[in-house]
């Protein structure tokens, strides 16, 4: 299996831009998690799907994010506006199954340079 | 104080060396991970437990669920066992949310 995928693995940006990272979970794994990590805060979750619905988003920092799952293949987290405290890596991992049993399969991460 | 403390924060052996990283946590948790980050950021999941003790090759993870307290064990440690190592729980009751360590950064030399 080719795991999980995410792109793009680096994007630099000015801030205002919109950002858009993709996420391809492993195939027939039911939960997928985004995450961020910062050099100051560590790792973050910021949001979870179950079977492709949005179970737990309180970690989303603002209205300027959001996540969309629109189906059990792929998932994506937008930015916009960008601004430079947005500046981190952002993981995405899925689990094959539930979430209290099943381990976590992470991506390489995208690495977003907000200027 | 963090949820999840982990020690030490650094971490240098010599290759062959045992090495011991601890985990403790002040909350109920159903279940503990192990993770391991490698320089250049890729996260890899080590050990999933909620209860007594994990063996992967050189690896071993145990934990004590009465101390709230797990320990990372990796035995005739390598250079390429360099890398960060976080903890990370599941509070009972929160069924997505993980709370994670801040890392112990290992370097094992020649």
């Known amino acids: 299996d080719a795991g999980v995928i995410q792109s793009p693995r680096h994007e630099v940006t000015e801030m205002g831009q919109e950002v858009t990272l993709r996420c391809k979970p492993i195939s027939g794994h039911n939960s997928l998690f985004w995450y961020r990590q910062t050099m100051m805060r560590g790792l973050e979750l910021l949001i979870y799907?179950?079977?492709?619905?949005?179970?737990?988003d309180s970690g989303m920092p603002e209205d300027r994010f959001s996540a969309k799952m629109p189906n059990a293949s792929f998932s994506t987290l937008k930015i916009q506006p960008s601004e430079p405290r947005d500046s981190a890596v952002y993981f995405c991992?899925?689990?094959?199954?539930?979430?209290?049993?099943?381990?976590?399969?992470f991506g390489e991460g995208s690495r977003l340079t907000v200027l | 104080k963090n949820e999840v403390e982990q020690s030490p924060q650094n971490l240098t052996a010599q290759e062959g060396e045992f090495i011991t990283i601890n985990c403790s946590y002040s909350?109920?948790?159903?279940?503990l991970h192990w993770l391991q980050q490698h320089p250049g950021g890729g996260i890899v999941s080590l050990f999933m437990l909620s209860s007594g003790k994990k063996k992967h090759g050189r690896l071993i993870a145990t934990i004590n669920i009465q101390e709230k307290h797990s320990s990372l064990h990796i035995t005739a440690s390598h250079p390429r066992d360099s890398a960060v190592y976080i903890c990370?729980?599941?509070?009972?009751?929160?069924?997505?949310?993980?709370?994670f360590g801040t890392g112990t950064r290992l370097q094992v030399t020649l």
């Open positions: 991992a899925s689990t094959p199954r539930d979430i209290n049993t099943g381990e976590l399969f």
């Open positions: 990370a729980v599941r509070s009972t009751g929160t069924a997505s949310k993980l709370t």
């Open positions: 799907f179950n079977n492709n619905v949005p179970i737990d």
């Open positions: 909350v109920g948790i159903s279940a």
